[in-house]
C-alpha cells in the first residue's frame, strides 16, 4: 500500500500539469467557436461536451506527449519550452482538421476557428508557465538579497550557464560582468550588465561591493589565466573558478561546482587530451595487474582501467592500509567490478605467482617503486632491491604466465642518471628489455613529476604554507617538468594502446617549471604574499638532485605516434644474457647487504650514470655510497 502511495504521490504533479493543459485545450477549443458563432444574428447552441471536442483533446494530448511537453518544469520554462508548446499546437491543429475533414466533412468548424487555434493555445498554454517561473524567481530575488555578492569574469557561454546556476542556487547575487571584448561593454546578460575589463576588478568590485569572484573561463590558457589570478589577488577579493570540461567528464568536477583555482591550473602547458575510443578498445573486456596499486600512481590507474573498461582489476600492494583504502573507494565507485586485493611484496616471486593465478591479467602495470631522490641515495641496497629485482622479478614471472602486455612505469630521471633513483630505473628498463619476446609486449612509460603525489614539493609547499612558511626551496634556478595524476595515467593507457612490441615512450611535456615560481604561485593561490606573508628560503641541492631534468637521451631516436603528445624512443641495443648475470650480481650482493659491491655493479650495467650532487649531512660514513671509478666494461 506504502508504495503504491509513494508512486501516486511522484505521479500527482504531471498528472496535474497534464489536466491543466487538457483543460486550457477545451477552454480554447469551445471559447473560440463561442465567439465566432456570437457574431451570427441566430447563433446555434454550442454544448459544452461533444464528439468534435472529444476528438480536439484526444488528438491534441496524444501531439502533446509525442513532443515532449512534459519532460520539463514549469520552475524552468524557457524559449525551448515555447517552441515545443507552438510546435504541438500547429501539429495538433493539423491533425485536428485532418481527422474532422475525415469525420464529418459537412459540418466542419469555421476556418477562423482553425487559424487562430494553434496561436491562441500556444499563448494560453505558455502564459502559466512563465508567470509561475518569473513568481519562483522574485522568491529567490528576495531570498538573494542576504546573499553573496558575486562578480563574473568572463561574458562567454560559461559566464552565461554560471549565471543561471548561481539564480537556482540562490545563496550568491551576481552583480555583474567584467570582459575584455569591446563589443561586451554596456551590454546585458539575463539582465546582468557588462561593468568593464578584468582589469577593473579592484575598482568595480569596490563600486558593487562585491564578496567574490568567480572566473568564468574554463578553456583559457595557463597564461591568461595567471594573469586573471594576478588581479584578482591584487584586488584582496576571494575568487573561486569555474571546472574544465574535461575534468566534468573525467568525474573530478560537478556541472555547476566552483572551485579554488588548483596550482595545475596555472601551468604553462596543455593537458594531455587521450584517445579514449582506442584506449577502450584495447582495455574494454581484459583483466588487468596493478602492483603498487595503493599508491597515487597505481590507485589512478586502478580507477581509469575500471572507468575505461577492464573487467577485472587485481590490486598488489605491500601496504596494507593503502590497499584497504584503495579497494574501498574502488567497490564503492565500481560496484560492478571484479576486484582482487593481493596483499604482498611484488618482489617476492611466490607473491608474484599467486596474484598472477589469482587474476589471470592480460595487461600487468608495474607501479610500485621508491621515488624519493635523496633517500635512495643512502639507500643503494633498498633502491636495487625495490627498483630494479622487483622490476626483474614480476616482468620475468609476467613473461612465463603469457600476459599480453607488461608496462613498466619510468621516469625522467633515467634518461643521463646521476642519482641512485634514475640509476635504477634505467637498469629495470634495460631488464623488461632484455626480456622481450614475441608473447609478451614490454613497454616502458617515462614522464616527469606528478603533482601531489606521494612526496612531491606540492603537498610539502602546501603544507609549509599553511603553517606561516617559510617555503623551502633547494635553489632558484632549479625546474622540473610536471603533468598531474590522471594526466600521467592517461599517458600510460595510451602508450600501452599504441599497439608497438617494444618500446620507451615519452610526453612531450613542454617547458619545464621554476620551482621558486611554483612556489610563489602557490603562496598566492593561498592569499598571500610571497616575502611579506610567508618566506622562501633556499636550502641548496640535495642529494641525487640537479638543476635541469631532461627527457630524452642523445642516443635514443624519437619518432612521433598516432598521439601528438607521445613520442617513441628507439631502445638502445641490450645483451640479455649479460642482463641475466647483472640480476644474479645484484641478487647477491643484496643478500650480503654489500653496497660496494652494488655500486659497481650500478656503475658498470648503466654506462650513462654519472653520480653528482652532495652526500647527505650527518649519516654515518658507512651510510654513504662511493661509486667507483668508471670500468670499461659495458653493456
Same mark, same amino acid.
Given at each position: ?78 524559449? /525551448? ?74 561574458? =562567454? ?137 595503493? =599508491? ?107 600476459? =599480453? ?80 595524476? /590522471? ?37 598566492? #593561490? ?17 642529494? =641525487? ?52 659491491? #652494488? ?37
Amino acid at each position: 500500500m506504502k508504495r503504491w502511495m509513494d508512486s501516486w504521490q511522484s505521479r500527482l504533479p504531471r498528472l496535474t500539469v497534464i489536466a491543466h493543459d487538457l483543460a486550457i485545450v477545451w477552454l480554447v477549443w469551445w471559447g473560440l467557436n463561442w465567439l465566432r458563432y456570437s457574431v451570427e444574428p441566430n447563433p446555434p447552441h454550442l454544448p459544452l461536451w461533444s464528439a468534435e471536442i472529444a476528438l480536439v483533446l484526444a488528438v491534441q494530448a496524444l501531439v502533446f506527449w509525442q513532443i515532449g511537453l512534459y519532460r520539463g518544469l514549469w520552475r524552468f520554462a524557457s524559449v /525551448p519550452d515555447l517552441w515545443n508548446i507552438l510546435k504541438a499546437a500547429v501539429a495538433g491543429a493539423c491533425g485536428v482538421f485532418l481527422l474532422l475533414f475525415l469525420y464529418d466533412r459537412e459540418h466542419m468548424p469555421p476556418r477562423a476557428v482553425l487559424v487562430l487555434y494553434p496561436v491562441v493555445l500556444a499563448a494560453v498554454l505558455g502564459a502559466p508557465r512563465l508567470l509561475y517561473r518569473a513568481w519562483k524567481d522574485a522568491q529567490a530575488d528576495q531570498n538573494r538579497k542576504t546573499s553573496s555578492r558575486v562578480l563574473v569574469l568572463g561574458a =562567454g557561454q560559461a559566464g552565461e550557464a554560471l549565471i543561471r546556476d548561481l539564480r537556482r542556487f540562490g545563496a550568491y547575487q551576481p552583480v555583474g560582468f567584467l570582459d575584455d571584448a569591446a563589443r561586451l561593454r554596456g551590454s546585458k546578460m539575463h539582465g546582468i550588465p557588462v561593468l568593464g575589463r578584468v582589469d577593473q576588478l579592484a575598482e568595480i568590485a569596490r563600486e558593487t561591493a562585491a564578496h567574490l569572484v568567480v572566473i568564468a573561463m574554463p578553456s583559457a590558457d595557463a597564461n591568461a589565466l595567471q594573469r586573471v589570478v594576478r588581479i584578482c589577488e591584487d584586488a584582496g577579493i576571494p575568487f573561486r573558478t569555474v571546472p574544465r570540461l574535461q575534468d566534468i567528464l573525467e568525474g573530478r568536477s560537478l556541472p555547476g561546482e566552483l572551485k579554488e583555482v588548483a596550482i595545475e591550473d596555472l601551468l604553462g602547458r596543455k593537458p594531455v587530451l587521450p584517445d579514449w575510443k582506442a584506449i577502450r578498445a584495447w582495455l574494454g573486456g581484459r583483466s588487468v595487474l596493478v602492483t603498487g596499486a595503493g =599508491g597515487s600512481i597505481g590507485a589512478e590507474l586502478c580507477r581509469q582501467c575500471a572507468r575505461h573498461g577492464a573487467r577485472r582489476i587485481a590490486l598488489l600492494e605491500m601496504d596494507e592500509l593503502a590497499l584497504m583504502t584503495t579497494e574501498s573507494a574502488l567497490r564503492r565507485d565500481f560496484p560492478d567490478l571484479d576486484f582482487i586485493p593481493v596483499l604482498g611484496d611484488c618482489g617476492d616471486p611466490a607473491v608474484i605467482a599467486h596474484a598472477l593465478g589469482l587474476a589471470q591479467p592480460d595487461a600487468a602495470f608495474h607501479a610500485a617503486a621508491y621515488k624519493q631522490v635523496p633517500v635512495l641515495e643512502a639507500q643503494l641496497r633498498e633502491a636495487v632491491r625495490n627498483n630494479v629485482l622487483a622490476t626483474y622479478t614480476v616482468a620475468h614471472a609476467c613473461r612465463e604466465a603469457n600476459v =599480453g602486455t607488461f608496462v613498466l612505469i619510468s621516469t625522467d630521471k633515467a634518461v643521463d642518471p646521476v642519482n641512485v633513483l634514475g640509476a635504477t630505473k634505467r637498469l629495470a628498463e634495460m631488464a623488461c628489455q632484455s626480456l622481450a619476446d614475441r608473447a609478451t609486449r614490454f613497454v616502458t612509460v617515462r614522464f616527469g613529476n606528478v603533482l601531489d603525489s606521494a612526496g612531491s614539493v606540492v603537498p610539502l609547499f602546501r603544507e609549509q604554507i599553511r603553517q606561516g612558511g617559510p617555503v623551502t626551496v633547494t635553489d632558484p634556478d632549479v625546474t622540473r617538468f610536471f603533468m598531474t595524476i /590522471p594526466e600521467a595515467c592517461q599517458l600510460i593507457l595510451q602508450a600501452s594502446a599504441i599497439g608497438t612490441h617494444e618500446a620507451v615512450y615519452t610526453l612531450d611535456m613542454g617547458e619545464p617549471v621554476r620551482i621558486r615560481v611554483l612556489a610563489e604561485q602557490m603562496i598566492r #593561490l593561498a592569499g598571500k604574499q610571497p616575502g611579506r606573508d610567508v618566506a622562501i628560503v633556499y636550502t641548496g641541492l640535495r642529494p =641525487g638532485e640537479k638543476l635541469h631534468e631532461t627527457l630524452f637521451h642523445a642516443d635514443e631516436r624519437y619518432r612521433p605516434t598516432q598521439h601528438p603528445k607521445i613520442l617513441q624512443a628507439e631502445p638502445r641495443k641490450v645483451v640479455g644474457v649479460q642482463l641475466e648475470q647483472v640480476m644474479l650480481q645484484a641478487r647477491d650482493a643484496c643478500g650480503r647487504y654489500d653496497i660496494p659491491s #652494488l655500486a659497481q655493479m650500478l656503475r658498470d650495467a648503466v654506462p650513462e650514470f654519472e653520480p653528482i650532487g652532495p652526500h647527505p649531512q650527518g649519516l654515518p660514513s658507512a651510510t654513504v655510497v662511493a661509486f667507483p671509478a668508471r670500468q670499461s666494461r659495458r653493456i
